[in-house]
């Protein structure tokens, strides 16, 4: 009978604990919208889909939430009482500026400061795919954590400095 060496014992719980611990981390997404149901239709629709998906009725209530939860990406309708789309993505990300926020709303006036703000914008004619096309792009595009400045190239190969 082979008995089994108890180093390979001893080392048995911690592979599986790695295991367990390799296991991908379910993207949360922070969706805020005036109107409830859509709210509760779109969580229905991309729970299944691998995500867990954090729902806020108002602007202030959404900007709450992404201060106090772990969120991977905002997704925010545009035309919204109180605080519209734009200034909860500008809030987003002043607090936030690393966590992508896209614009998900049926309106054709959108602002071309609101357009400068968020990462993309998706129109709710549009189909589910095109939609979970957008969450994907924005969740694997890598994005610094803060805006930087570019570095300036030297004005010559000796590093000296010119006006124009």
Same mark, same amino acid.
């Given at each position: 009978?082979? &008995?089994?060496? %108890? ?49 806020? %009725? ?31 993505? %500008?809030?987003?990300? &002043? ?6 926020? =896209? ?27 095109? =939609? =979970?096309?957008?969450? /994907?792009? !924005? !969740? ?6 803060? =805006? ?8 010559? /190969? ?7």
């Amino acid at each position: 009978m082979n &008995a089994v060496p %108890s180093a390979v014992i001893a080392m048995t719980p911690r592979c599986v604990g790695r295991r367990k611990s390799q296991a991908k981390a379910v993207p949360t997404l922070l969706w805020i919208d005036d109107f409830a149901p859509g709210l509760a239709m779109y969580k229905a629709m991309f729970d299944p889909l691998g995500f867990r998906v954090l729902t806020a %009725s108002s602007g202030a209530e959404g900007v709450q939430l992404a201060l106090s939860n772990h969120v991977d990406a905002v997704v925010t309708d545009y035309e919204m009482p109180e605080m519209n789309g734009e200034v909860v993505a %500008s809030a987003i990300k &002043a607090l936030k500026p690393g966590v992508p926020v =896209l614009m998900f709303s049926g309106s054709t006036l959108i602002s071309s400061r609101c357009r400068r703000v968020v990462d993309a914008i998706c129109d709710k004619a549009g189909s589910r795919d095109e =939609l =979970l096309a957008a969450i /994907h792009r !924005l !969740l694997h595009k890598k994005r610094p954590p803060v =805006l930087q400045p570019r570095v300036a190239a030297p004005a010559s /190969h000796r590093g000296h400095r010119t006006v124009a």
